[in-house]
């Protein structure tokens, strides 16, 4: 049976959830306030060029393989992407420097070039101790239902695995953890910086997070055109399945008819009737009215102390020299302690760890230069801030000075910056403006503490009918975190339906019983 089916928010959760839904048979309708789709990942336009704008690092590319092959195609004949062969490359200053390849056995020994023999050695025991928290994970938690408590995960690993569920490590620091496996500060600090892929401080998250560094192990791939072509290839695959897309009308009110919802009032005071409504928006958009006021105790609300990081993002088109650039690159503060504590103190960072993504660049093992001497390149610069930008206004004497700040930092790790670049900045403001109520957090809830991950929101909503997707929702944030939750959203819905049905049949008299509706995982 075909539902209709509304989803406000075309981010990577709501395009997944909208193509999987399609493929189902429901008739579904997007809702994008934007006149782009992709959420976070845009693109930026910067002295006519286009900059890829929001996440740029690739990884789990099986999540979306399975989306396609689920909807029929194949996500090769969409966009063009390669696996990188460098995974990042990260310096202290001028001379501490130091790649992680795809390659595990070269990471090894260039850690061991780097910090020593005894380096290696850790580091290859940090490798499966990650391997093992992802594998326990995998699928009970990252690709399973949400559980509110650690116990139903627990059993969904299986009591016989009850030493892996404790490998887990969540009631450990991870920042404690990192120094229990190196003696190296600059590894600890490199590893360290994982917990700020979800927004979090890495000395107040727990060790559990040290399974990032596996996603990326399996594989960080290239997009061309970044992560925006990505979502503009869901769009396309969801297009195929008969999605409809409204783009530059933004919902003003998920309605409701008898406690249950019946569809979106849209900002131009159109109607879009629905007998389900995905929210693909930060649940603080809920908690906070922006979709009326029925809609606001649709689920818990969350205080702004618990938010993930925001950021400070320029998108540059610039001559740089100095620094061998390669696709990822980071910059590490000399005091990784202060760059947090200036953050929980609610102001930028005063000398801040610094990532480039250097757009034109290859992740290729050859280092020769791709971009011509006095020519230009794509860039974005991303440096961590608190969520504040629903009550800080950032001045231009503000901005001016943490410019500067993020080009001494680069300086003094060998990078220089055309001093007049073509650039724009966005602030914790901005992302605010982008995404209301959050404060411009971009990550939904921090990571901080072993219960953080069990408070996310969950794709079921106090609402019947109205169901949660995206980055700020289970199982975490990230592009293919995001796009889990689609799937689980889409799972839920579908067991939901069909709860519906067989309750239905039992309670009509004579009623003709049929078959229900498959609901196993869509992932």
């Known amino acids: 049976m075909s539902e209709k089916i509304a989803i406000i928010g075309a981010g990577m959760g709501g395009l997944s959830s909208a193509a999987m839904l399609a493929a189902r048979g429901h008739d579904v309708t997007v809702i994008e306030k934007e006149d782009w789709v992709g959420g976070k990942a845009r693109t930026v336009r910067v002295d006519g060029r286009d900059i890829a704008a929001g996440p740029t690092v690739f990884t789990m590319r099986d999540v979306f393989d399975r989306i396609f092959q689920a909807c029929g195609a194949r ?126 401080d890495p000395f107040r998250s727990p060790a559990t997070l040290m399974l990032i560094a596996h996603t990326e192990a399996r594989g960080v791939w290239l997009i061309d055109g970044g992560i925006n072509a990505l979502a503009n290839a869901l769009k396309a695959l969801a297009e195929a399945k008969g999605v409809s897309f409204i783009t530059g009308s933004g919902a003003a009110q ?83 302690a202060r760059e947090f504590q200036d953050i929980a103190a609610g102001r930028p960072p005063s000398d801040p760890t610094v990532y480039v993504c250097a757009q034109d660049r290859s992740a290729s093992l050859h280092d020769a230069p791709a971009i011509a001497d006095g020519m230009r390149e794509r860039i974005q610069i991303i440096v961590n801030a608190p969520a504040n930008g629903d009550t800080h206004t950032y001045t231009a004497e503000e901005t001016e000075k943490c410019t500067h700040i993020m080009r001494s930092t680069l300086q003094r790790c060998g990078l220089t910056l055309e001093q007049d670049m073509p650039s724009q900045l966005a602030t914790p403001q901005t992302w605010e403006g982008l995404f209301p109520a959050t404060g411009g957090a971009l990550y939904g809830r921090a990571s901080h503490g072993w219960a953080a991950s069990f408070l996310r929101q969950g794709p079921k909503t106090r609402i019947p009918g109205l169901y949660c997707a995206g980055g700020a929702t289970h199982p975490a944030a990230g592009v293919p975190m995001a796009a889990l939750s689609g799937l689980l959203a889409a799972r839920t819905i579908e067991r939901d339906l069909g709860s519906m049905r067989r309750f239905h049949r039992a309670a009509t008299p004579g009623g003709t019983s049929m078959p229900s509706a498959k609901t196993g995982s869509m992932g």
């Not at 919802?261 to 809920?286: C, E, F, H, Q």
Request: charged share 25%.
């Open 75 to 200: 996500l090769d004949d969409y966009i063009n992407v390669r696996r990188a062969e460098v995974i990042a490359r990260h310096a202290w200053d001028d001379r501490e420097q130091l790649d992680l390849f795809a390659d595990p056995v070269r990471s090894e020994e260039a850690i061991g070039d780097f910090a020593g023999a005894g380096a290696a050695s850790d580091f290859r025991a940090f490798r499966e101790e990650a391997r093992r928290i992802y594998e326990v994970l995998d699928e009970p938690f990252l690709r399973g239902d949400k559980s509110y408590t650690p116990f139903p995960m627990m059993w969904r690993i299986g009591l016989s695995r009850i030493g892996d569920a404790m490998a887990m490590r969540p009631f450990d620091n991870l920042w404690k953890a990192l120094g229990q496996h190196f003696s190296d500060p600059r590894l600890q600090q490199l590893f360290g910086r994982y917990a700020t892929y979800c927004g979090s």
């Open 254 to 336: 998920i309605l409701t008819e008898g406690r249950r919802v019946s569809g979106v009032r849209l900002d131009n005071g159109d109607t879009v009737r629905a007998d389900i409504v995905v929210s693909n928006a930060d649940p603080a958009a809920l908690t906070s009215g922006k979709f009326g006021e029925i809609a606001r105790k649709a689920v818990p609300e969350m205080p702004p102390s618990k938010r993930s990081l925001s950021a400070l993002v320029w998108f540059a088109h610039a001559e740089t020299s100095g620094f061998n650039l390669s696709h990822h690159n980071v910059f590490f503060s000399p005091d990784y």
